[in-house]
């Protein structure tokens, strides 16, 4: 299951391309990824199918010619610009957890810290109770290039309430029920390993009881919002 040389853009699924390249912007503007890094990706409703990032393109320059529509192999089937290097690995979660609908990937730098000592996030905010649903796990090492890293996702986070798992040695992968869902779960990481980071100079953080956390969670799941 590799990704392939895309055949030449036909305009497939426009609209949700246009869509997904302009969320890539959230990530640049919350300071998530640095030069080409990172990708957003969302599934296509009701195909087999869903679009990525093209590898090695320039956040500048992304347009809806930049995302690649992929199956759900990883196998590019519409698109001028090979996807990227990551798409086994998204296209893994999407084949085994079908509840998941978007996906973003990054090396942001406080939660990639944490990634590279191996040590899960503990859950000492009530932001991260209300978002996380408990700490943020590490996932294992695994090897760029096939669908290694997706296996290492989807076996971290069927354990856990957290839409967000900090890839040993390698950064922030985020699942959602869309691209944007995942999106907001990739900057709400981020914020939360700076504060908890930062707390940690001054001393060591506070634990939240597990049935506080519980009540948390269960209230901006279903309560918080219009």
């Known amino acids: 299951m590799t990704a392939t040389q895309p055949r030449t853009e036909r305009g497939t699924h426009r609209a949700q391309r246009e869509h997904v390249a302009a969320l ?3 990530l640049t503007r919350n300071g ?12 296509v409703p009701g195909e087999d199918l869903f679009v990525i990032k093209g590898s090695g393109v320039l956040y ?4 809806w010619e930049g995302i690649t529509v992929c199956d759900l192999d990883g196998n590019a089937v519409d698109g001028v610009k090979r996807p990227s290097s990551d798409t086994d690995a ?3 979660v999407y084949r085994h957890m079908p509840e998941v609908d978007g996906q973003v990937h990054t090396h942001s730098p406080y939660a ?3 990634a590279a000592r191996a040590e899960p996030i503990p859950c000492v905010l009530t932001a991260m109770a209300d978002e996380f649903g408990g700490p943020i796990p590490i996932g294992p090492f695994a090897l760029i290039g096939d669908d290694s ?8 986070l069927r354990e856990s309430r957290s839409p967000a798992v900090l890839m040993q040695n390698h950064g922030v992968f985020t699942i959602g029920p869309s691209a944007k869902a995942a999106v907001k779960a990739a900057v709400m990481t981020e914020d939360v390993a700076r504060t908890v980071h930062l707390s940690r100079q001054l001393g060591e953080p506070l634990p939240i009881a597990q049935s506080d956390i519980d009540s948390l969670y ?4 279903n309560v918080y919002g219009q």
């Open 112 to 114: 990639t810290a944490w």
């Open 90 to 92: 998204h296209a893994y």
């Open 149 to 156: 890293i997706g296996r290492g996702i989807v076996a971290t």
């Open 24 to 26: 890539h912007a959230e």
């Open 218 to 221: 269960a209230r901006y799941q």
């Open 60 to 63: 500048d320059e992304l347009t």
């Open 32 to 43: 998530l990824v640095t030069w080409t890094s990172g990708n957003v990706s969302e599934r």
